[in-house]
């Protein structure tokens, strides 16, 4: 957390309402999400209890497992939730688009992904669970299951692994994103409480979301009250009609504070760079459609060493574009960067725009551009800068001083001997230029899987489901 | 002591287990916490009189598959529990003689515990391998807090082990981090206790381990799996934080004369005390209010309210309070950052960032 | 043995009757979910561990009423305290040793039952003997707590293995298990009276107690 976004929460707290601290969306959201919210059997890792989903805020669909401890019900209950799911998830496989590479073949890539809302990251964390603990079942042998609880489980373990990547939107939480764009006057730890976060943001804070007889938990876990007075002497009695209207009562008001949430983010304009991340979620969905289709087996238990730092890296160079990108599309995310020093923002005072440097054929444009700024500038003369008002160009700090900042552009003036129109800041404009760049060192050097080094473990044994993966006790 | 004990009046006091004895480690500098635990006060019923009562609560499902596996691993005379000392420890096959101390009527179980231990660290010949539900003391503030880990295993290498069984999941080798550190913590206090047995029995007590034996289910089977875990750590906190319970007198001697948290329970057992009373009591000692208290302290929504009307950053987090770099209240930190205020000594940087992010702020939302 | 074994006479069978039909097989006190466990297996399913809950009390106060009124009692095992067991069943017709519980009984009980269970499986006995059989079930989560008794959990369990296993196990306990029973059978003979002897003495002393006037007895 930054200064900016402690400054935004104390104030929160002084004006009983949360407070912006962004002024567009990060993340996409999509025409048709699905939203999911999971609970689970108390004590139990993975034992679904019931789940309210739907893509319309007027037709939520209600699954309920009314004997938790019957392992059959339980499997039923996640045949039940792949018949809601994987509908959903193929019907985006139908329009795709050919995209070319270079040095490798061209690929398809769906025209629009699904999205799955789920309320927190504990819902995250269950899904992923849940695709765990069903993705190497098998609909054939000792412990035969519906075909569909296996595919459901491999797609639920995508959705959950890709849940960690930073800036994609396939799954995500609902609590994660609002905090992304409001800063409540609570703690970090009780925004992770959906209608506490929610009474934040739009009527100001509430005991009331505390209350368990008011909001009950947005799940997986269930309020130990309600388990113990309602539940518990449901399940005794057998009455399923009980434990499924009992369930209904505990899900409502969350599906209602999803689409409300859903709302919320849907009225903030979309930042520029989201239709990129949206881009490569697409992508990634298009590969782990492919790989299905392929008839590929399910994701092993764990990574090998290359896939494990490999996946580490991936996360880490998504982790700092997203930083990049959303600085770029939100002045106010920038503003941190200005905070620190490592961006400024001002109005052009004086330009230079056909300064050029080299003799001859090596004569190349430089234009200069005078900022003043009342920002602390913390960069030493020299330093590569870029500028969210021209992404493609790029500058270098030529020298700071007394609130005024000379900029040199030095990428993307093109070969001309004069500046293209626009293509160099007027005075009187608004600026700001930022030692963040976008451009990231390529991927570290790993060996292939093949050449894993005896450090780590050696070559990993390719992995093929054991018969052992698909008899796991699931008790 | 007996001013601690004038703290809690004509009210019982109230017996500490591991997990509350594992919190006291949770927030060591909040005084009102230590005083409160000194005196052996029964602060989840001082909550719920205050009208604030605690957001704790164990779902009977959770208690029951608790229950039922701890069930599984010691049936058939620990059958599945030998399996795993066997593979993780080693422990020859001879080493099987069982003692259920819970056999022992609950007054006689902790001299029953204390003599057992004494003979199998006296190395006689038949002392036995795995103790079931022995009964600890653990000395808190002059009052004894009797304890009752899972099972003691012994004769894997002459020393203790606590086995501590726990009905979270492991899941391909990885469990949810938080579980397994409250379940260390828990498990330090009783490493400690034990410890503290044999050294008043005359025995060395680093004869207990301080790798401890965690038991819990494998993946989504009831198949329990053993896992060694170092609570070296957890133990130096938590003596840390015991020695300074010792410390309370200094606590205590600031304190009015007075003053008492004594709920006046009637002959009903209900509090008589009226609550704004009481309230007020409490409100004369120093809490340290933080957000993590919402999962460990039955007081938190008290102190919550508290730190809500002193208007205290501590609300938000302590991230915030770091970033805020010592400024303590919000009309503080906001004054600083609207230039109402003139920082005081110390605070001119703190005061010109706020300023800079307000300014920052308001340019960006015009 | 046969006699209400599976079949059409189970229904006729009381719960007495029931747990006395897998004691009898086991041969050494039990925990109810394993008789539950041994009748599911060899007898057919119907027996619930928690029905056997409060059998002891019952049969307490039957014998209590009218001693020996009934040719057999499910009663407790008595441990070296010469109190009531936790949570175990034995047969009053017993031997007083066999229902002793020394340090090593337990493990000794545990043994013994698994080469009872392989025993009765190889003898076959009408049992339904699939690798998805309650029996075969059974066996298994017993073959991999004993050296040696299973390979690595895949399969299902070969019998004649787990009873060379468990064997080689028990010769490493009994010497020392039968003569803690038999010290104890013989304190229990000494010191208690009928109803105690079934039933279990009352907790009074801890081996602390004993321990001021030299070692303890056990």
């Known amino acids: ?475 | ?366 | 043995m046969r006699r209400g074994g599976g079949g059409d006479g189970l229904r006729l069978v009381t719960v007495r009757e029931q747990a006395h039909q897998a004691l009898t097989l086991l041969g050494v006190p039990a925990q109810p979910r394993l008789i539950a466990a041994v009748r599911e297996a060899f007898f057919g399913g119907g027996l619930r561990g928690a029905q056997l809950t409060s059998l002891r009390r019952d049969e307490e106060r039957s014998f209590a009423s009218s001693p020996y009124g009934r040719p057999y009692y499910l009663c407790a095992a008595l441990t070296d305290r010469l109190s009531p067991a936790r949570g175990l069943l034995a047969v009053s017709t017993w031997p007083l040793e066999q229902r002793m519980v020394g340090p090593l009984s337990p493990r000794v009980h545990f043994l013994t039952c698994a080469v009872a269970v392989a025993e009765r499986m190889t003898a076959g006995h009408g049992v339904d003997a699939g690798p998805d059989s309650g029996a075969a079930r059974l066996l298994a989560r017993m073959a991999r707590n004993i050296p040696g008794g299973a390979d690595l959990d895949i399969g299902p369990p070969d019998p004649a293995r787990v009873i060379e296993a468990a064997r080689a196990e028990l010769a490493v306990h009994a010497e020392r298990d039968t003569r803690d029973r038999a010290e104890l059978a013989g304190r229990a003979a000494a010191q208690l009276g009928d109803r105690a002897r079934l039933f279990g003495a009352a907790t009074l002393s801890t081996i602390g107690d004993r321990a001021a006037t030299g070692p303890p007895a056990i």
């Open chain 1, 1 to 475: 957390m930054s200064l900016l976004t402690s400054l935004a929460r104390l104030r929160a707290l002084e004006e009983g309402i949360a407070q912006p601290i962004a002024t567009v969306r990060h993340c996409h959201l999509s025409e048709r999400p699905m939203v999911l919210i999971p609970l689970r059997m108390s004590g139990e890792a993975a034992a679904p209890l019931a789940a309210m989903l739907g893509t319309r805020r007027d037709d939520p669909r209600l699954l309920v497992v009314t004997q938790p401890r019957n392992r059959d019900l339980r499997f039923a209950w996640t045949a039940d939730l792949a018949a809601e799911l994987l509908p959903y998830i193929g019907s985006f496989l139908a329009g795709t688009e050919t995209v070319e590479r270079k040095n490798a073949d061209p690929y398809e890539r769906v025209l629009d992904a699904p999205q799955i809302l789920v309320p927190n990251q504990a819902g995250i964390a269950f899904v992923r669970l849940l695709g765990r603990s069903t993705r190497f079942r098998r609909a054939d042998g000792p412990y035969p299951v519906p075909e569909t609880v296996p595919l459901l489980g491999r797609w639920l373990t995508y959705f959950g692994e890709r849940a960690a990547h930073p800036g994609s939107s396939l799954m995500t939480a609902a609590t994660e994103e609002l905090g992304r764009h409001w800063a409540s006057g609570q703690s970090g730890l009780e925004d992770a409480n959906l209608a506490a976060l929610m009474a934040w943001i739009t009527t100001g804070p509430s005991d009331d979301a505390e209350d368990p007889l008011v909001w009950p938990p947005a799940g997986p876990a269930t309020d130990p009250g309600f388990d113990a007075e309602v539940l518990a002497t449901a399940i005794e009695a057998g009455a399923a009609e009980r434990i499924t209207e009992a369930l209904r009562g505990q899900l409502e008001p969350t599906w209602r504070l999803m689409w409300q949430a859903v709302d919320l983010l849907r009225g903030l304009p979309e930042g520029a760079s989201v239709e990129q991340r949206w881009e490569q979620d697409r992508g990634s969905f298009s590969a782990m459609a492919a790989h299905i289709a392929e008839g590929a087996p399910p994701q092993a238990r764990r990574d090998g060493a290359v896939a494990a730092a490999s996946r580490l890296a991936r996360m880490e160079r998504a982790q700092a574009a997203y930083e990049v990108q959303r600085a770029y599309d939100d002045p106010l995310v920038m503003a941190e960067y200005r905070l620190t020093g490592e961006a400024f923002a001002g109005e052009v005072v004086e330009t230079e725009p056909e300064h050029s440097e080299g003799e001859g054929r090596s004569r190349k444009l430089r234009p200069l551009v005078v900022v003043k700024t009342d920002d602390p500038v913390r960069l030493a003369p020299g330093t590569a800068l870029g500028t969210p008002q021209r992404r493609a160009q790029g500058a270098q700090l030529v020298e700071a001083r007394d609130g005024l900042v000379t900029v040199k552009i030095t990428k993307g003036m093109g070969r001309g001997k004069t500046p293209a129109p626009g293509s160099v800041p007027e005075v009187g404009e608004r600026v700001c230029y930022t030692s963040l760049t976008d451009d990231f060192q390529g991927s570290p050097a790993l060996p292939e899987a093949e050449a894993t080094p005896w450090t780590h473990g050696g070559p990993p044994r390719e992995y093929t489901p054991s018969d052992e993966d698909a008899l796991e006790e699931w008790s």
């Open chain 2, 1 to 366: 002591m007996n001013r601690l004990d004038a703290l809690r009046g004509t009210t019982p006091p109230k017996p500490h287990d591991a997990r509350a004895i594992a919190a006291l480690a949770a927030n060591p500098g909040c005084a009102r916490r230590a005083l409160l635990d000194g005196a052996g006060i029964d602060k989840d019923a001082t909550a719920r009189h205050l009208g604030f009562p605690a957001p704790f609560g164990q779902s009977p499902f959770a208690i029951t598959r608790g229950n039922a596996f701890e069930a599984l691993v010691k049936a058939d005379g620990c059958a599945e529990l030998l399996r795993m000392l066997r593979e993780l420890l080693e422990l020859p096959v001879a080493e099987v003689a069982y003692h259920d101390v819970e056999n022992v009527g609950a007054h006689l179980r902790h001299a029953h515990t204390r003599a057992l231990f004494d003979r199998a660290a006296r190395d006689e010949h038949d002392s036995g391998t795995i103790y079931d539900h022995p009964l600890l003391g653990l000395e808190i503030a002059g009052h004894v807090a009797y304890l009752e880990p899972d099972v003691v295993a012994f004769q894997l290498g002459g020393r203790f082990h606590i086995v501590e069984i726990k009905s979270f999941a492991v899941i391909d080798g990885q469990a949810d981090p938080a579980a397994v550190a409250a379940a260390a913590r828990q498990a330090a206090v009783y490493v400690l206790a034990l410890r503290r047995m044999l050294r008043e029995l005359g025995h060395d007590p680093l004869r207990v381990a301080h790798d401890v034996v965690l038991v819990c289910p494998e993946n989504f089977a009831n198949r329990p799996v053993a896992t060694l875990v170092d609570v070296r750590r957890q133990l130096a906190v938590l003596e840390r934080q015991l020695s300074r319970m010792t410390g309370l007198d200094r606590l205590v001697e600031g304190l009015p004369e007075e003053l008492t948290f004594d709920l006046l329970p009637g002959e009903d057992g209900l509090p008589t005390r009226p609550a704004a009373e009481l309230a007020d009591a409490l409100r004369r000692t120093t809490a340290r209010y933080a957000p993590d208290c919402l999962s460990t302290c039955d007081l938190c929504f008290f102190c919550r309210d508290e730190a809500r009307q002193e208007g205290a950053c501590d609300l938000l987090g302590r991230q915030v309070r770091d970033e805020l770099g010592g400024v303590a209240s919000v009309e503080e930190a906001l004054g600083l950052a609207d230039g109402t205020r003139a920082p005081a000594e110390g605070q001119e940087e703190i005061a010109r960032l706020l300023r800079n992010a307000e300014r920052l702020r308001r340019e960006c939302l015009a």
